[in-house]
């Protein structure tokens, strides 16, 4: 990590162990419930999505993957710096017969998962939306929770907290607070 | 890259990697077309002015449209509706505009450099929808999305722009964005609208449809302005399409693969034949259609920037 006041708090292996019991939730929860598509918020939700539909399908449990970007639905347009390369949505056409299931690396406000939901809805009407995060840290600034997460992490406010997955940020993994 | 502009005024100032940034964002913004909803909150609670003071409808029609995919607020002031035609300034206008707190201005003017104006004098940001003959850099940039989209890559391409280049803004906006991103630029047309002077910024100059046609990747055919004419740059319609329109015939010798475009509104029968405007290498629709999504790209970056980020 380039800040030297970064610590990891979630080592390599608590990862791999937060996305497997994250995996168990899911097919408890999801198993027998029709189709099932994870779409993951770009960059790390992307990541963790293939990730749980890889232990999914070890685990005799047949989902679909995908993304949902939420550039175009943030409510933030003009007030920070730096706007975002836009990435690809993608969901099934038949958005009716699934269960969509909004995966992120961490929640915070809320407000990553208002913007996603309402993304999908943009596409279509979905059985059902459901939100999937690897990490809780709170500090909630609307009324949305998740359904199924790994961690509790509960951090001040203002301390930032990152999750580092290889095939986004190579090195080693895991979750660090600075 | 970080974006910084919350104005677009011209191609020449932007570097390549801004360009492909905007066409990259462009073709995420095409899909919102397909969607069930075609309409992303992104711009909600902004105002965005259509300040035409020259005519214009279709681009005037895809800016509005653009701006309402956004969820922005679209009021529309035309030349010959406005206090413009009562002689104010076109600062006064602006400035009126600005106190109304719009956040975007899109300004078609027949003055080169009125977008420049307004944007080094106010907050909002200002997007040139053609001045003058100096530059029309949205219709720019749908042309190279247009020949991405189709042909994969723009550097390496060859692209031949037909007809009158001397007063053409398309034609300035083009040979900015088509040399930044690496494409030869072959400009066409009789003497009096193809001036030499062109050559000076690295384009080829050829009096002789016929003799480039065949090594072209796109030939973009401008529209030829009957005010052209009575100022004696070409004798007629009939001569102009004999020597440089696009023609069924001629239409034969083009490459496999190879695009034909148009900006719009096309002269079926002077600068090209309806048969080849409707025909398999036509992409002029496309263009219409990318234009839009260019548009989105164009007003969601600008209204991006916070104000202490501007550059």
Known sequence: ?????????????????????????????????????????????????ARLQKALELAGMQVACGAVDISMHRDDL???????????????????????????????????????????????????IFYAVLADRGGRELPVRPDFTALELPVPTQARLRVRLAENDGGEEGIFQS | MTWTRKDLLTLSELSAEEISFILDTAAEFKGVGKRRLK???????????????????????????????????????????????????????????????????????????????????????????????????????????????????????????VGDIRFSRVARSNIWALQKLGAEVVLIGPPTLVPREFERVGARISHDLDEVLGELDVVNLL?????????????????????????????????????????????????LDGSVADGPHSVILDQVTNGLAVRMAVLYLCASVPPEDIS
């Open chain 1, 1 to 49: 990590m380039s800040n030297a006041d970064s610590r990891q708090i979630v080592d390599a292996a608590g990862v791999a162990e937060a996305v497997a019991k994250l995996a168990g939730i899911l097919s408890a929860a999801l198993r027998n419930r029709g189709s099932v598509f994870l779409a993951g918020v770009p960059t790390r939700g992307v990541t963790l999505a």
């Open chain 1, 78 to 128: 003009g007030l920070r710096s730096g706007v975002q390369p836009l990435r690809g949505t993608e969901l099934p056409l038949d958005l009716e017969n699934w269960s969509i299931v909004i995966v992120d690396d961490v929640q915070q406000t809320g407000r990553t998962a208002r913007a996603a939901m309402e993304a999908v809805l943009a596409f279509g009407r979905p059985k059902r």
């Open chain 2, 39 to 161: 309409k992303v909150p992104s711009l909600r609670g902004k105002t965005l002015v259509n300040l035409f003071v020259e005519a214009s409808t279709r681009t005037r029609t895809s800016f509005e449209l653009a701006a309402v995919r956004l969820s922005a607020d679209v009021v529309n002031i035309t030349a010959t509706t406005s206090s413009l035609a009562k002689g104010e300034s076109l600062k006064d206008t602006a400035k009126n505009l600005e106190a109304l707190a719009a956040d975007l201005i899109v300004l078609r003017h027949s003055a080169a450099g009125a977008p420049q104006f307004l944007a080094e004098r106010l907050h909002a940001g200002v997007i040139n929808a053609g001045d003058g003959s100096h530059e029309h850099p949205t219709q720019g940039l749908l042309d190279v999305f247009t020949m991405r989209e189709h042909l994969g890559s723009i550097a390496g391409l060859k692209v031949g722009i």
């Open chain 2, 223 to 271: 529209r030829i302005q009957h005010e052209r004419q009575k100022a004696g740059y070409f004798p007629g319609t009939g001569e102009y399409a004999a020597l440089f329109g696009l023609s069924a015939a001629r239409a034969e010798k083009l490459k496999p693969g190879a695009l034909v475009m148009h900006p719009g509104p096309i002269h079926r029968g002077v600068e």
